[in-house]
């Protein structure tokens, strides 16, 4: 990105006190330009403060725009902190000013509708705090960790932590996202059945209350707001670092696919996986149909050959299951890999013929979707289209339900999106009930599963022909009794909404909000808290 100009001091703080005494709107044809920093208390504004506060065309557009590219808030201002403390300044300054604006913390903005911007508040550029945070300790006997910056991004962890033959054993499929973003959700991936999300694996956290306050929190120091803050959308503090888990690396990683025309044998196939003592690493599964083939953006791991293989069986039967599944390696097992692969297929029940194989180095697994997205290259094909994009958590047992009503008879029959569609099984168990992370609430159900619907669009038209099947779908659910549960949640409008999405987490959440951000300061994008 390019640096934004910096307005001296004394030049943001006239234009401050300009908007602050003058009640006349500026005229402007720059829609941010409208909204005034008259809500600023300038005077709780230290100098230093306001010179890293930017209104250039650049910082606005680009904190008014996410992933997504479905909604535009302008926020008053863009923040770009050197330090932690001016972060805390800032929010402080909010907090005590007697009309307090709002602040949102942007990590990489891979959010789908706004939930890193601010209206007419101010956005935090988490990406400014440009020295790398990332140092990895431990030994041997404790266990290893590293610490990072809520502001770095997963593949960075991944570098630095690989120097020394370790690395998180939790990740995201796309690892262009931030450690604060991903924390603030769940942070999900086909390792997730194992070891459960990134937010299982967090020891300790450093948080920017609404208040202003620094706090280091973990499962026994101020651990009411460590697992508020894990899966709590932003609500309570801002991360500015994370203590998180690491183990050896492997060095490579054999990936396989297996194909299944029949929906219930493959999540019978995926259940027994993942259930399995010394079985694979990572299981994830994906859709293909007449409009998302087998090869996608997300990833290319077929040959040109295989590739109309699978196509046509897909034609054939209008939809087929690729079940995807990941087992590490290195020196230790060398010699032993095959049998173990051999031993984990064993009874299992796909397509005759269909089974693929690929060995790659575990670095470039881990990083796969960069891959695809760099040979998108110039095309610009993330930066130009829309992506309303649905992920949910449904339990177990309406899986078949969901597959005949929403992926078979919406998805499929309307045939309007090239995805990629994904579906896989998740561990109950792994995930701490503590945090505000919410999944589905069948408690007598060990295993749940994910959707994610990757819809991209080419126009607004279609993105809004998409977001309405999305919002068929959540109709869908609620009325034929499939209990889902919104992840990356974007389509609560009432406090309502918020309250069943929640379920018995909301007055606990409700509680932390008034306790760690009683003015309702932190990330506004997320619609959850109003006025
Ligand atoms: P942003 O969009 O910048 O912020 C998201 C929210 O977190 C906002 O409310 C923001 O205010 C808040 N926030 C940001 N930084 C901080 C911080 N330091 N402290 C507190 N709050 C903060 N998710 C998965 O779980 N698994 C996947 O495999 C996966 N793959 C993805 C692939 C792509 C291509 C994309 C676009 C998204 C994917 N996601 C996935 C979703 C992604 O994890 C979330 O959208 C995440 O929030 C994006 O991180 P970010 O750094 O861009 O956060």
């Known amino acids: 990105m390019a640096k934004p100009h910096v307005l001296c001091a004394y030049t943001i703080l006239l234009y401050i006190i300009s908007n602050f005494v003058s009640s006349i709107p500026t005229k402007s044809t720059t829609p941010w330009k409208n909204t005034s920093l008259?809500?600023?208390?300038?005077?709780?504004?230290?100098?230093?403060?306001?010179?890293?506060?930017?209104?250039?065309?650049?910082?606005?557009?680009?904190?008014?725009?996410?992933?997504?590219q479905l909604i535009h808030e302008y926020?008053?201002?863009?923040?770009?902190?050197?330090?932690?403390?001016?972060?805390?300044?800032?929010?402080?300054?909010?907090?005590?000013?007697?009309?307090?604006?709002?602040?949102?913390?942007?990590?990489?903005?891979?959010?789908?509708?706004?939930?890193?911007?601010?209206?007419?508040?101010?956005v935090v550029e988490m990406s400014s705090l440009v020295n790398s945070r990332i140092r990895v300790c431990g030994c041997e006997h404790l266990g290893f960790y590293v610490?990072?910056?809520?502001?770095?991004?997963?593949?960075?962890?991944?570098?630095?932590?690989?120097?020394?033959?370790?690395?998180?054993?939790?990740?995201?499929?796309?690892?262009?996202?931030?450690?604060?973003?991903?924390?603030?959700?769940?942070?999900?991936?086909?390792?997730?059945?194992?070891?459960?999300?990134?937010?299982?694996?967090?020891?300790?956290?450093?948080?920017?209350?609404?208040?202003?306050?620094?706090?280091?929190?973990?499962?026994t120091i101020n651990s009411e707001l460590f697992y508020g803050v894990l899966g709590g959308l932003g609500q309570f503090g801002i991360i500015t670092r994370a203590r998180i888990v690491l183990q050896k690396a492997p060095t490579r990683v054999r990936e396989i696919r297996m194909i299944y025309d029949d929906f219930a044998t493959f999540t019978k196939d995926q259940e027994n996986l993942i259930s399995l003592n010394h079985g694979p690493d990572y299981v994830e599964g994906s859709l293909i149909i007449k409009k998302s083939p087998?090869?996608?953006?997300?990833?290319?791991?077929?040959?040109?050959?295989?590739?109309?293989?699978?196509?046509?069986?897909?034609?054939?039967?209008?939809?087929?299951?690729?079940?995807?599944?990941?087992?590490?390696?290195?020196?230790?097992?060398?010699?032993?890999?095959?049998?173990?692969?051999?031993?984990?297929?064993?009874?299992?029940?796909?397509?005759?013929?269909?089974?693929?194989?690929?060995?790659?180095?575990?670095?470039?697994?881990?990083?796969?979707?960069?891959?695809?997205?760099?040979?998108?290259?110039?095309?610009?094909?993330?930066?130009?289209?829309?992506?309303?994009?649905?992920?949910?958590?449904?339990?177990?047992?309406?899986?078949?339900?969901?597959?005949?009503?929403?992926?078979?008879?919406?998805?499929?029959?309307?045939?309007?999106?090239?995805?990629?569609?994904?579906?896989?099984?998740?561990?109950?168990?792994?995930?701490?009930?503590?945090?505000?992370?919410?999944?589905?609430?069948?408690?007598?159900?060990?295993?749940?599963?994910t959707v994610g619907l990757l819809h991209s669009a080419r126009n607004v038209e279609d993105s809004k022909i998409l977001n309405d099947q999305n919002k068929k779908i959540l109709l869908l659910c609620d009325e034929i009794g499939i209990k889902i549960k919104q992840y990356l949640p974007q389509y609560y409008i009432t406090k309502e909404e918020w309250r069943n999405h929640f379920g018995i987490k909301w007055n606990a959440f409700e509680e932390k909000k008034a306790k760690y951000d009683p003015k309702r300061i932190l990330s506004p994008g997320q619609n959850i808290f109003f006025g």
């Open 294 to 449: 087998a090869n996608n953006w997300r990833s290319s791991f077929f040959s040109i050959d295989d590739e109309s293989k699978i196509n046509l069986l897909a034609c054939k039967h209008g939809i087929v299951y690729s079940l995807e599944v990941v087992k590490y390696y290195d020196e230790s097992n060398i010699k032993t890999i095959d049998e173990e692969l051999d031993n984990m297929f064993n009874g299992l029940s796909f397509e005759s013929g269909y089974i693929f194989m690929k060995d790659v180095a575990f670095v470039d697994f881990l990083n796969r979707v960069r891959t695809e997205e760099m040979k998108l290259g110039s095309e610009g094909f993330w930066e130009i289209n829309n992506h309303p994009w649905l992920n949910l958590f449904f339990p177990k047992s309406t899986i078949l339900d969901f597959n005949q009503r929403v992926l078979v008879e919406i998805i499929k029959k309307e045939n309007r999106s090239t995805g990629p569609f994904l579906i896989y099984p998740m561990n109950r168990k792994k995930w701490d009930y503590r945090t505000s992370a919410v999944i589905p609430d069948e408690d007598d159900e060990d295993i749940f599963y």
């Open 147 to 219: 610490d990072v910056g809520g502001e770095d991004f997963w593949i960075d962890v991944l570098r630095t932590t690989m120097e020394y033959a370790l690395a998180p054993v939790s990740w995201t499929d796309y690892l262009y996202l931030t450690v604060g973003g991903t924390l603030s959700n769940a942070g999900i991936s086909g390792q997730a059945f194992l070891h459960g999300p990134q937010i299982s694996n967090i020891i300790e956290i450093d948080v920017i209350t609404g208040k202003g306050d620094f706090m280091t929190c973990s499962k």
């Open 75 to 122: 926020p008053s201002a863009v923040f770009h902190p050197s330090t932690i403390s001016d972060i805390t300044h800032l929010v402080k300054s909010s907090y005590t000013a007697s009309t307090p604006f709002k602040i949102a913390a942007r990590g990489r903005g891979h959010s789908v509708r706004g939930q890193a911007m601010a209206k007419d508040g101010v």
């Open 38 to 68: 008259c809500s600023f208390q300038y005077e709780t504004l230290h100098p230093e403060i306001a010179t890293k506060l930017f209104q250039d065309t650049t910082s606005i557009i680009t904190a008014s725009s996410d992933f997504g």
